[in-house]
């Protein structure tokens, strides 16, 4: 069996105004969980439509289970589960018709219909919900449930577009949970997102912005490409001490966190030692400092703003 889930070369889609997505170069192995994380607009649902192979290219070509996306749909279709940003649950339908419906759909019957229906009310911690309309549930359970529903026909492949926009942050976890369920029983999933911090729970992300991969790799090593050594620094005025911070040389970048400063500089000692002295003149104290590991999101800022960077130049 090919090892590879999906393959991607040079796929492009153009828009009248825009290219959403281009000459993107994507492999995923089997049994991977694959973070495929931007901020809105960056070509993710796109990505994600052709890899479903309901969007032709423009041009580039990907196949998806060994199959090209654009002349060997069919196929694809069956060993894929793929939920849209925008979902369709039968609002007035319960969370077990809805699953039925679905089993009807892909042509599931006798028993082991029954076993997977009630196998997937399980697995989405829906059981106890089974009676309630679609309409009636929490925005993170209509998640669930629209990911169960994605699972009625056992996909070895699911592709996930932004499963999490709009979930509270707790629902945001459980779901994450469901999906680290999924990875451990060997199926490949992809999975879009814009929340960073969700990088963390992938096997290998690529952050893609403005249509382009930016970057693909596992999450440490993406922490590990940063510029410079990152400073946490907590100042007794913290909007003063950032404009000072800004204008020393070496500084990369700064992002304020709470109380915190954070900043990539190229060498922390000197920065500090400038700070403290620019600092005193203005009566402002560096009540402490420390040198800290950069998390994704800081990872992300700061490789777009190189990206940017080497687009102006
Ligand atoms: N059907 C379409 N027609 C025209 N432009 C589109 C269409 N779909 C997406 N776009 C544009 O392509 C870009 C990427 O969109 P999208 O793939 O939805 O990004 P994301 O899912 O990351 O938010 C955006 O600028 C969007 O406006
Ligand atoms: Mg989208």
């Given at each position: 069996m090919d090892q590879l889930a999906i393959e991607t070369e040079n796929l492009t889609r153009a828009f009248k105004n825009t290219t959403?997505?281009?000459d993107l170069n994507l492999s995923v192995r089997r049994g991977e969980i694959f973070g495929l994380i931007g901020p809105d607009g960056a070509g993710k649902t796109t990505t994600i439509r052709m890899l479903a192979a309901i969007m032709d290219p423009t041009s580039g070509r990907a196949s998806v289970a060994g199959y090209?996306?654009?002349?060997?749909?069919e196929p694809i279709k069956r060993r894929i589960g793929y939920m849209a940003q925008h979902f369709n649950l039968y609002?007035?339908?319960?969370v077990w018709e809805n699953l039925n419906f679905f089993a009807d759909v892909f042509e599931l019957s006798g028993p082991e219909r029954v076993q997977q229906v009630e196998r997937l009310l399980r697995f989405a911690r829906l059981t106890e919900f089974r009676d309630r309309r679609a309409a009636h549930l929490s925005g993170g359970m209509q998640k669930k449930l629209a990911l169960a529903c994605t699972l009625i026909h056992t996909p070895e492949i699911l592709l996930l577009d932004e499963?999490?926009?709009?979930?509270?942050p707790v629902s945001r976890r459980e779901f994450w949970d469901i999906l680290t369920d999924l990875h451990l029983q060997g199926i490949t999933l992809v999975v879009s997102t814009p929340?960073?911090?969700?990088?963390?729970?992938?096997?290998r992300v690529g952050l893609i912005y403005q249509g382009r991969l930016i970057v693909c790799d596992t999450p440490e090593e993406i922490k590990a490409m940063t510029e410079g050594e990152l400073l946490a620094l907590w100042p007794s005025d913290l909007r003063l001490a950032r404009q000072v911070l800004e204008g020393?040389?070496?500084?990369l970048e700064v992002q304020t966190y709470g109380e915190q400063l954070r900043a990539f500089v190229k060498d922390a000692a000197t920065t500090v030692d400038q700070l403290t002295a620019a600092l005193a003149t203005n009566r402002i104290q560096l009540l402490q400092w420390s040198l800290t590991q950069p998390r994704m999101e800081e990872a992300f800022i700061s490789l777009i703003r190189r990206e940017r960077q080497e687009l102006r130049h």
């Open positions: 959403a997505v281009e090209d996306t654009v002349r060997q749909p609002r007035d339908l319960s499963p999490t926009t709009g979930v509270d929340y960073m911090d969700e990088a963390e729970r992938c096997s020393l040389p070496g500084v």
